[in-house]
């Protein structure tokens, strides 16, 4: 039983109770046996729960009231963009006509979802300032390193096999350097300047005949701008490198400015995260990679393409490709929910989106600046990173204030990254948020700086309200419950 006794599923079962109801068998029944080696056939039926519709829906409701979510309360993870879904974007996903496809039918008798995904690349590539764009990575480290194997595809290409190095800024998104790694490519860090931009010199020094790509984002991960990013452009391309756009902060730029028009060569972008699909536990995500016209050739296959005639179908017929990278052709339904959300917003709607979030991210960046360190004191974009310095002196980590956070019902920012700020809290309110929302916030956050001077027992010491209290999370996850086991 939990403290807050709150049953388990296994508490709550009796025998002979049943939440279903089933017709009868019309078919022959299989023999197991026949069909599965023996030591996959149980000999006794799994100890399930046996429980009433009823009961089975009270349980998980009041389950589902524990879990924290951008629909139940205010989820300002940095880095991850964890806005609100519109609802008239599920709406759209589940259309029979879009939900009931097959990805193996005949491309003759789905040309309206062809339709669908070729229009929405084509908004992307406007949107980017891309030559073409594939709809067909997974996610977005799926898209960093799709990206990075069409580069090395691109440089092998022209003979150019000594480029083993990409360039990853210390502030860089962790995924950068381990996609890098895993494309084959070496990682050199390029360290971070005082006013929290890519250090040129460093980067200069850096730079060679090994150089691959540099991959960056724009604005950085401490929510900068890179204002030289064109002079950093330059100075890649000036050694034969590309320069590569990791797109999950396009929320900041979009509609204002485009990575194409920045001197980047290729992009991935999260429709998971700025264009309103699902994110969290796991997935489903969606990573469109887009790339200038000197990469098209190795595109991963196969590329939809529009015919002569209107009609639209999937070209294999890439001498240079670099595959396949998924299974069939990306994740459809967040394609549609992608392409429901550009379509009802507009470009003015997209553009507002970039207003509103660099506005609450500043606003909210002020308010707490006289309570917490604010390392790099200047305007952000559409996230800002405090440091707890100020209160670690006095015994409070920021561990401790993100636990105090869930006594307020807000789920707490990133922690301790980027790592080069230290007791780094990352916050992005993205532009969902109302003011008095972020007032809230903001509020809780002062307290809680108050509350280390005056009683730092309560911020060491939190969560205080929420069921489970504080969790040893190295030890869980070194060593996850994986059964459970009866008393």
């Given amino acids: 039983m939990h403290k807050d006794n709150q049953p388990l599923v296994f508490e709550l079962s009796r025998e002979g109770r049943v939440g279903h109801s089933v017709p009868v068998l019309d078919v022959p029944e299989v023999d197991l046996a026949s069909i599965l080696p023996a030591q996959f056939i149980r000999e006794e039926a799994a100890e399930l729960p046996e429980l009433a519709e009823l009961d089975i829906m009270r349980h998980y ?14 989820y300002p993870l940095g880095s991850c963009t964890m806005k609100y879904n519109p609802k008239m974007n599920e709406t759209a996903a589940r259309m029979p006509g879009f939900a009931n496809i097959h990805p ?74 381990a996609s890098a790694a895993v494309a084959g490519f070496d990682t050199v860090t390029i360290a971070t300047a005082e006013n929290g931009l890519v250090d040129l010199e460093d980067l200069r020094s850096k730079v060679g005949d090994d150089t691959a790509a540099l991959m960056l984002t724009n604005p950085n991960t401490l929510g900068l701008f890179e204002e030289d990013i064109l002079e950093i452009a330059d100075i890649v391309h000036s050694v034969g490198g590309k320069v590569y756009y990791d797109g999950a902060n396009l929320n900041a730029v979009m509609s204002k400015a485009r990575p194409g028009d920045m001197g980047f060569d290729c992009v991935h972008l999260n429709l998971h995260k700025t264009f309103t699909g699902p994110h969290g536990g796991g997935g489903p995500g969606s990573g469109p990679v887009g790339v200038k016209a000197d990469l098209i050739p190795f595109l991963p296959k196969p590329v939809l393409v529009k015919t002569e ?4 179908h999937f070209d294999y017929d890439r001498p240079q490709t670099i595959g396949r990278v998924k299974p069939y052709y990306g994740n459809f339904g967040i394609n549609v929910r992608a392409y429901t959300y550009i379509r009802t917003m507009g470009p003015d709607g997209l553009k507002a989106v970039t207003e509103n979030a660099v506005i609450n991210a500043n606003y909210m960046m002020r308010r707490l600046q006289p309570f917490y360190e604010l390392p790099y004191d200047r305007h952000c974009k559409h996230e ?10 006095l015994g409070v980590r920021t561990l401790d204030i ?18 080069n700020v230290e ?16 007032d809230a916030f903001c509020d809780a956050m002062i307290q809680i700086a108050k509350e280390a001077e005056e009683n730092p027992e309560i911020v060491q010491e939190a969560p205080h309200t929420t069921v489970i209290k504080r969790l040893d999370e190295t030890l869980a996850a070194r060593k996850p419950v994986l059964r459970y086991e009866k008393a």
């Fill in 402 to 419: 993100a636990k105090r956070l869930l006594d307020f019902g807000y789920h707490p920012p990133t922690t301790y990254f980027p790592l």
């Fill in 423 to 438: 007791e780094g809290l990352m916050i992005e309110p993205t532009e969902t948020e109302a003011k008095e929302t972020l």
């Fill in 61 to 74: 409701t009041a389950l589902s009231r524990r879990n924290h979510g951008v629909d139940s309360g205010f």
């Fill in 104 to 177: 193996l039918q005949d491309e003759e008798t789905v040309q309206g979802a062809l339709e669908l995904m070729y229009d929405l690349q084509e908004h992307l590539i406007e949107i980017t300032g891309m030559d073409e764009v594939t709809l067909q990575p997974a996610a977005g480290a799926h898209g960093e390193w799709t990206a990075l194997m069409m580069i090395r595809a691109f440089h092998e290409a022209n003979g150019d096999t000594q480029r083993t190095k990409v360039l990853v800024p210390d502030s860089a998104h962790g995924t950068n350097p």
């Fill in 309 to 312: 005639e209107g009609t639209f």
């Fill in 384 to 393: 800002f990173v405090l440091s707890g310095s100020r209160q670690k002196k």
